[in-house]
């Protein structure tokens, strides 16, 4: 592939990013936290290291987040039966209404972007591509 492809790739990918990011609905909690949401929905709970791997944070960093979600009572922390010293990170019931709502609007905008502005044929590649790029993200 050549440089000029990888660049075009690369810009359009950080576009829409852009774009998604705008979508989201007024009031919406912040990036890193909608990431942990969704990583916790995706993968359930865990301990509070794997998140940080997961999520490539530094411990600290973790730790403050996951603070602020606590409070707003997004999740759950629970001590490990097996090891005491290990806390499990789990989503609550509104932790996962919260993260829909944010995932929906942005669905929302772009199922609407690509039926109004994309051709079938657009939106097939457009479908390839993405398997692509989530192809991509795993390595």
């Not at 603070?67 to 806390?87: A, F, N, P, Q, Y």
């Amino acid at each position: 592939m050549k440089s000029e492809q990888t660049t075009l790739i690369f810009r359009g990918v950080m576009a829409l990013g852009r774009r998604l990011r705008a979508e989201r609905p007024q009031g919406a909690p912040s990036l890193p936290a909608i990431s942990i949401l969704g990583t916790l929905r995706r993968l359930g709970p865990m301990p509070a290291r794997r998140l940080a791997t997961e999520e490539r944070l530094q411990p600290q960093s973790l730790t403050r987040l996951i603070g602020d979600l606590e409070s707003k009572g997004w999740i759950v922390r629970t001590r490990s039966e097996v090891d005491r010293r290990e806390i499990s990170i789990e989503l609550t019931a509104l932790g996962k209404a919260v993260f829909a709502e944010d995932m929906r609007a942005r669905r929302i905008w772009l199922e609407h972007a690509i039926a109004t502005t994309l051709t079938d044929a657009e939106q097939a590649a457009l479908i390839d591509a993405s398997e692509a790029m989530l192809k991509l993200s795993r390595l």
